[in-house]
């Protein structure tokens, strides 16, 4: 069966500091991994994805990640937090192949301090 | 990009009523969608795979008479709460899948309040 578990369900970072929020997988097949940002009060929006191509893979407002085999690790990163990346972020794996769930971690809030 | 419209953003409702959320792909279609049920600062729990002209498949644990899902179109999913209860009150997000590389897209969620 797959899963996520992301660590920390809090993250407090300074304006300008480097952002990390991690993401750990477990799946049995190579799996799709997505990272999702949630404002308030709003859905899902993508910041990125990893499907078997680069391992690290870039994405919208400066996130990167970088998919680890070795590590079942996907962790989140952005090299300089701007107080409008404070919102909730969702890892989520997607088994390949035919399979459509898309199953969530519980998500991380981060919060940036001025 | 795939967008998905999802209506209405917020609904308040009495308890005994039911209430319908429907979901939209706007610019491709979606012969499978998903429906999200989402507590206050926790993550996002799938309810049911919506599939266009058979029924949906409900997730364990989620009633499927109380929580009724059609999908009448290739563009059009909707998802009834059926006399809803104060416990019914969450945020609904539905979301659609252009392709299986492309990640999901969703909608902009339902903040449903039962009074």
């Known amino acids: 069966a797959q899963s996520v578990t992301q660590l920390g369900s809090h993250v407090s970072v300074s304006e300008g500091a480097l952002v990390l929020l991690r993401c750990n997988y477990s799946?049995?097949?190579?799996?799709?991994l997505f990272w999702y940002v949630q404002y308030p009060n709003q859905g899902l929006q993508l910041l990125l994805k990893y499907t078997s191509a680069a391992t690290l893979v870039k994405g919208i407002n400066g996130f990167e990640a970088e998919f680890k085999k070795s590590e079942t690790s996907f962790h989140l990163t952005k090299p300089s937090a701007h107080m409008s990346d404070a919102a909730e972020y969702f890892c989520a794996v997607s088994p390949g192949g035919a399979t459509n769930k898309l199953i969530f971690g519980t998500g991380t809030l981060l919060a940036v301090q001025p | 990009g795939a967008v998905v419209s999802q209506h209405p953003s917020r609904v308040i409702c009495k308890s005994g009523t039911s209430v319908k959320i429907e979901c939209r792909s706007l610019?491709?279609?979606?012969?499978?969608m998903f429906w999200y049920r989402q507590f206050p600062k926790q993550s996002l729990m799938l309810m049911a795979t919506?599939?266009?002209?058979?029924?949906?498949?409900?997730e364990q644990g989620v009633e499927k008479d109380k929580f009724l899902i059609n999908h009448a179109s290739l563009t059009l999913s909707t998802l009834t709460v059926t006399s809803a209860h104060p416990e019914d009150s969450s945020f609904y997000i539905c979301?659609?899948?252009?392709?299986?590389?492309?990640?999901?897209?969703f909608g902009s969620g339902t903040r449903l309040t039962v009074v």
């Open positions: 919506s599939n266009e002209g058979s029924k949906a498949t409900y």
């Open positions: 610019d491709f279609q979606a012969t499978t």
């Open positions: 799946s049995s097949v190579p799996p799709y």
């Open positions: 979301s659609a899948r252009v392709h299986a590389r492309d990640g999901y897209t």
